[in-house]
C-alpha cells in the first residue's frame, strides 16, 4: 500500500468509528498507547546512537560487575 492509500484507508476506518462514541474512546486509547510505544522507541535509539550515553551505560555495567554499588532499599528509592 503507498501512503496515500494508507492516509485514505486510514480515514474510512476512522470514519465508521466516529460514529460510535465507544469506539473511539478505544481508538483514541489505541493511538496514545501506539505513540508511548514510539517515543519509548524513539529515546531508546537516540540513547544508542549516542557515544556519550553508551559510555555511561559501560562504565555503570562495570562499576555493578566490580561492586562498586551502594544498594537501596525500594521503600526508600522514592522518598
Given at each position: 500500500?503507498?501512503?496515500?492509500e ?7 476506518q476512522?470514519?465508521i ?5 465507544n469506539?473511539?474512546r ?18 531508546t535509539?537516540q540513547?544508542?546512537?549516542?557515544p556519550a550515553?553508551m ?17 537501596i532499599?525500594l521503600?526508600?528509592l522514592w522518598?
Open positions: 500500500m503507498t501512503s496515500m494508507l492516509n485514505q484507508e486510514l480515514f474510512r476512522l470514519a468509528v466516529a460514529s460510535d462514541e469506539l473511539m478505544k481508538t483514541i486509547k489505541a493511538i496514545k498507547r501506539i505513540i508511548e510505544k514510539k517515543e519509548e522507541q524513539d529515546t535509539e540513547i544508542l546512537a549516542s550515553m559510555e555511561i551505560i559501560h562504565k555503570g555495567d562495570e562499576e555493578i560487575a566490580d561492586g562498586n554499588v551502594t544498594p532499599k521503600e526508600e522518598k
